[in-house]
């Protein structure tokens, strides 16, 4: 295995918001003269959205490629649409334009001829919209309401055939703080027929000052960097739906550690904000000095393929050690041993040493943690320098100290300096609990491996991440106050190519003298030197890139750290309510969540069920949408009752117990791409249960949707009741286009807008 280049993990794995969604699409006006019905062989599986007459094309080939040069960009779009009727058709090709673009570079090529298209403004491009929606009463369209349009014609599309589209436009994106947003509109199967196929992005960024952060918060993207000012990212998937805007942001800067904040004030009283920190990608050079003792068990469940495994994945890091590095090894089995009596520093032949070591490592019998744990940490005596322990084992304590209070007393008598213990855990046969407690309590990270993972591979990927540290000790102020709910709450060391995320909340409000700068101090050693870091950000609460994704990304690190404490301390009925307010609230579920709704009680309005025909409650909405995820969600929970579902959420050991570790840890660092990305199916019907508009979440009820704000707090105002399609209605998104997102969830639709509530009902039959 070899060294990788670089390894940049993303703010978040997120669902974005339905707004902005479409790129380019070719509407058929007179489908209902011109098309002949699609065999159902043609048909996508079990499509997530109705087949619309007006959209029956498919897109079978689908390439984005951008050119970024600092805050010029230039896109080309390579689409390919086919026509699975059998007869000739005619429509017009649209592509709602993205913010900031300027359509006077664009360029169409159809069927290799240059088509003249037409450029509009917000306005016209209202009416065209407005009137499509009227005639194919499909709503979807009037989320691009404030957005200008290109639009050509597109003829022939010959039957059984394609068309291909080649569009060129450009922008110019306004940094924000040195931070730039690029936002391709991305809506598979929204109007087309079924998913896109053969889908790639291809972006490259020149700049003239140095890259800092790229992160890509809607796609599991690949990132290259050649240098300080360059760096290309790619994106390729054979099918696509419904995954949502391609959103990549970066920042620049000649700044130590660079950091860009994020605000954003949402519909609640406090803001939220993300500060993320990036060191510079030369700062290697200069790495601070480490002490590391690595404990490997070696015990007989080690025996055989996790043994040579985790023998390569030692060798490995023993070979990557700096030169101003010390370490040690410690194995264990029915008893600890180590490799040196203390630590060893790299000179002559204490490499070479360590790696004949590390190699002839044999399995034995017995897990003796506990003494592994205060050998390792018996090595670790010099307070000055960044110490750490590795651990990997697959097995739970069986010989020497046994009982999991005992073995936590034990290390933190042995870690009189606050060492960070990183574990590794193999398998399933383990106390998942008690590792976890193990990291938790000395700031340091649990994983868990399963049993068919590569452990060479994650080991040493973990290795290459905290090979050379920059800032460590870190602590965050904010002497101005106003400020709570920061998570992490431990910080962890920063190390290089490796950024931080900080979320939290703030209550917005003047600091001294009018001025809406918040002050915000970053002290750690840097390169082994204390250093202090002050910065001045903007808290005026003000709609900035990526802003609509703070909250759910904020709710997530909560509920995960709620979690935790629920599971390893005991769970309070206080802790088990908020864990059920955000849920409801951001519709961020886990396999755990269901059961704490229902013990709770707080979902259910009334005891008696509703009678036929009639509308279900709010809360009754909320409980089947989380119950239908918690069902489908896996977890080591998967199809089991709720009863079941608790008991396994509190084991200590086991499968249960691992994956419950594992998903609380999804949920602190962020990695929401299942949980928040996806929109969740009722498997019977295949209709999405949840669905999300900027940073509001909205619940299906029957063929309504719902807005989750409405389940938690009970609004003052009456309804005001609207008709879907009427005149009403459109003034209403006249009035306010922003709505349009909204609207374009369907025909019944009940959500709050500015205070009020407005319900859209479809007309009477």
Known sequence: MYRKLFLLAAIAFVLLPLSLRADGFIYIPDADRKIVNVPDRLLPPRPRHPLRQHFPLSITRHRVLAEVNDGLVKTRVEETFHNSSGRQLEGYYMFPLPDGASASGFTMKIAGKVVKGEV???????SIYEGIVRKAKDPGLLEYVDRGLIRARVFPIPAHGDVEVSIEYVQEIIPQAGLYLYRYPLGPGKHSMGPYKDVAFDIKIDSSRPLRSINCLSHKVGIHRTGELKARVGFEAASLAQEGDFLLMWNVGEDALAPLCLVSRGHEEKGYFNITLSPRVDAKKLATPKDVVFVIDTSGSMRGHKMEQAKKALVYCIEGLNDADRFNVVDFSIEARRFAPGLVAIEGDARSRGLAYARALESGSGTNLEEAMRFALGDLKTPERLQMVVVLTDGMPTIGVTSPEEIMASIKKANSHNRRMFVFGVGQNLNAKLLDRIAGETR??????RDRENIELRLSAFYDK???PVLTNLRIEFPDGGVSDVFPRDMPDLFHGVQLSLFGRYQPGQIGGGNKNRTVLLRGKYLGEERTFEYSFDFSGKKGPGADQLSRLWAARKIGYLLEQIRLNGGSGELKSEVVRLSKLHGIITPYT?????EEGELVQGNRPPSP????????????????????SGGGFKGKPQAEAKRAFEKDRGASAVESSREIGRLKNSGLRKSLKEEDEDRGTGKPIISRVGSLTFYRQGESWVDSRLTVKKPDSQERKITWLSGEYFEFLKANPKAGKILALGSSVTFLWEGKVVKVEAPQS
């Open 466 to 468: 905290i090979d050379s």
């Open 120 to 126: 509009l403004d917000k306005d016209k491009a209202r």
């Open 594 to 598: 269901s059961y704490l709704i229902v």
């Open 444 to 449: 340091g990270t649990s994983e868990y491996i």
């Open 613 to 632: 025909g009639s509308p279900r409650p709010l809360g009754g909405v909320v409980r089947d949408a989380l119950d239908a995820r918690s069902r489908q």
